[in-house]
């Protein structure tokens, strides 16, 4: 009886999708274009690799964050167990990565819901920026959301700019 109220209360206080809206300071959807999609699907090689160094995104989730002078910081790709202490830590310490995909790149290759193009001057302020290629019904997107949602939920002074890039829907019109 106890296990089954213990798997119970961690259903009811699991954060759901809309607790990251409730610990991000601004939220935005932008779409890939769809001749990136394609074109990225025709790449050989190491996706993972890809993914990371020229923002090659066949597989989702990928997450990718910058800091708030729009510096490279940390790639994940796909879901891994305990994957926030090492965010912590590298948002924490303003690590840089070197070897990442800049910002503005991945956002030539994006627009909003209206197919209007986005540049980094159209991005609020804030002190991460957290970019989350995802699809529509992808349980390890929904997953990589929650974890950094519990992350972000414990780091209460962190201004937070929330990317979602959907990789499966198209501009609206």
């Avoid at 025709?42 to 729009?70: I, K, S, T």
């Avoid at 830590?89 to 991945?106: K, Q």
């Avoid at 302020?125 to 529509?136: A, F, N, P, Q």
């Amino acid at each position: 009886m106890r296990i089954l109220l213990l798997a119970i209360l961690i259903v009811l206080l699991a954060p759901t999708a809309a607790a990251v809206d409730d610990v991000v300071s601004e939220r935005i959807e932008l779409l890939q274009r769809q001749s990136v999609i394609t074109d990225h699907q025709r790449l050989v090689g190491n996706v993972r690799a890809q993914a990371r160094r020229e923002g090659v995104v066949v597989q989702v989730p990928q997450l990718y964050v910058y800091l708030y002078d729009h510096s490279a910081s940390w790639h994940l790709d796909g879901f891994r167990h305990g994957f926030e202490r090492e965010l912590r830590l590298t948002v924490m310490r303003e690590r840089r990565a070197r070897s990442m995909v800049r910002l503005d790149r991945l956002l030539e290759r994006v627009t909003d819901p209206a197919g209007k193009e986005v540049e980094i001057t159209d991005l609020p302020e804030g002190d991460i920026y957290l970019l989350l290629y995802r699809r529509e019904d992808c349980e390890e997107c929904e997953r990589v959301e929650e974890t950094v949602g519990q992350w972000l939920a414990e780091e209460t002074d962190l201004s937070t700019v929330w990317i979602d890039v959907w990789m499966d829907r198209r501009p609206e019109g």
